[in-house]
């Protein structure tokens, strides 16, 4: 049987935005931007226009045309300004409510009514993703995650160093398959693996599958619903096999106060079109 065309996206964007709300006089926000920090909605915070644009406009351009939004019940600036304040003419954009902040895999169960059985993108609300790696997602078959370079994420996102030696690694087989996510990895754990180290960006190709993964898995240590734990009970349960796809390319990420000045100059004369 023909594997199906993916144009489907979900974008988490239900976050609390707790290290965005956070005060910071060093940052170099105007009254608009920080009036959005506060808020804790990232994806909104404006860069000439909200963020999330940049976001949806990417997804666009590596050929998605159906985009979730998954908000949370009183995200009502989001909601308002995709239905009333701006026309997409390039993708459609539907809305799924998470209702409690559970965790990212409960966000992504969220969405099983928009996806139903057909493969969809995942991403943040809060990072860019090079339009490479969104395109090659809608190319392979099957489930598949892209992993990013370190070392060109660190020449090239607005993110500092420090930060990106805590983000999460993609171990793989050999073969380009996707074994575990190994979270916070310590300095010997780091050490010991080969480079060039692969970070994960929560940049995933779901099946179905995925659903009940996020059904069955019980809450991590921080009590929440995480997606790198349903996707190794896909794995390790259901069967599923995770492509790798290798980015040699920067994700931008919208945290904290200090990004938004950052983010701004890496995007300044991307053109955004709905």
Same mark, same amino acid.
């Given at each position: 049987?023909?594997?199906?065309?993916?144009?489907?996206?979900?974008?988490?964007?239900?976050?609390?935005?707790?290290?965005?709300?956070?005060?910071?006089?060093?940052?170099?926000?105007?009254?608009?931007?920080?009036?959005?920090?506060?808020?804790?909605?990232?994806?909104?915070?404006?860069? #000439?226009? *909200?963020?999330?644009?940049?976001?949806?406009? +990417?997804? !666009?351009? %590596?050929?998605? =045309? /159906?985009?979730?939004?998954? @908000?949370?019940?009183?995200?009502?600036?989001?909601?308002?300004?995709?239905?009333?304040?701006?026309?997409?003419?390039?993708?459609?954009?539907?809305?799924?409510?998470? #209702?409690? *902040?559970?965790?990212?895999?409960?966000?992504? +169960?969220? !969405?099983? %009514?928009?996806? =139903? /059985?057909?493969?969809?993108? @995942?991403?943040?609300?809060?990072?860019?993703?090079?339009?490479?790696?969104?395109?090659?997602?809608?190319?392979?078959?099957?489930?598949?995650?892209?992993?990013?370079?370190?070392?060109?994420?660190?020449?090239?996102?607005?993110?500092?160093?420090?930060?990106?030696?805590?983000?999460?690694?993609?171990?793989?087989?050999?073969?380009?398959?996707?074994?575990?996510?190994?979270?916070?990895?310590?300095?010997?754990?780091?050490?010991?693996?080969?480079?060039?180290?692969?970070?994960?960006?929560?940049?995933?190709?779901?099946?179905?599958?995925?659903?009940?993964?996020?059904?069955?898995?019980?809450?991590?240590?921080?009590?929440?619903?995480?997606?790198?734990?349903?996707?190794?009970?896909?794995?390790?349960?259901?069967?599923?096999?995770?492509?790798?796809?290798?980015?040699?390319?920067?994700?931008?990420?919208?945290?904290?106060?200090?990004?938004?000045?950052?983010?701004?100059?890496?995007?300044?004369?991307?053109?955004?079109?709905?």
């Amino acid at each position: 049987m023909a594997q199906p065309s993916m144009d489907k996206a979900v974008i988490l964007a239900r976050g609390l935005g707790t290290r965005m709300q956070k005060s910071d006089d060093s940052a170099a926000l105007d009254a608009t931007q920080a009036a959005a920090a506060d808020t804790g909605v990232k994806a909104m915070i404006p860069i #000439g226009r *909200p963020f999330l644009d940049y976001v949806i406009s +990417a997804l !666009a351009d %590596a050929g998605y =045309r /159906r985009v979730c939004l998954v @908000v949370g019940p009183d995200h009502d600036s989001i909601r308002a300004y995709y239905r009333d304040d701006v026309k997409p003419e390039r993708v459609s954009i539907d809305f799924a409510v998470q #209702g409690e *902040p559970k965790g990212t895999a409960d966000a992504v +169960a969220a !969405a099983e %009514a928009f996806a =139903r /059985r057909d493969p969809f993108l @995942v991403i943040n609300s809060d990072d860019y993703y090079p339009v490479e790696a969104l395109r090659r997602l809608r190319e392979v078959t099957g489930s598949a995650t892209a992993l990013f370079e370190r070392e060109s994420m660190i020449a090239g996102s607005n993110i500092p160093g420090d930060r990106i030696q805590a983000f999460a690694l993609g171990l793989t087989n050999g073969e380009g398959v996707l074994r575990r996510i190994l979270e916070k990895p310590s300095r010997e754990q780091l050490a010991s693996i080969p480079r060039p180290h692969w970070l994960s960006m929560n940049c995933w190709r779901f099946m179905a599958s995925i659903f009940e993964a996020c059904r069955n898995i019980k809450p991590s240590p921080r009590g929440e619903l995480e997606l790198p734990d349903a996707v190794q009970y896909a794995m390790d349960e259901l069967g599923e096999t995770f492509r790798v796809v290798r980015v040699r390319a920067p994700v931008l990420d919208m945290t904290t106060r200090q990004d938004v000045a950052a983010v701004a100059e890496k995007l300044a004369g991307v053109e955004v079109r709905l």
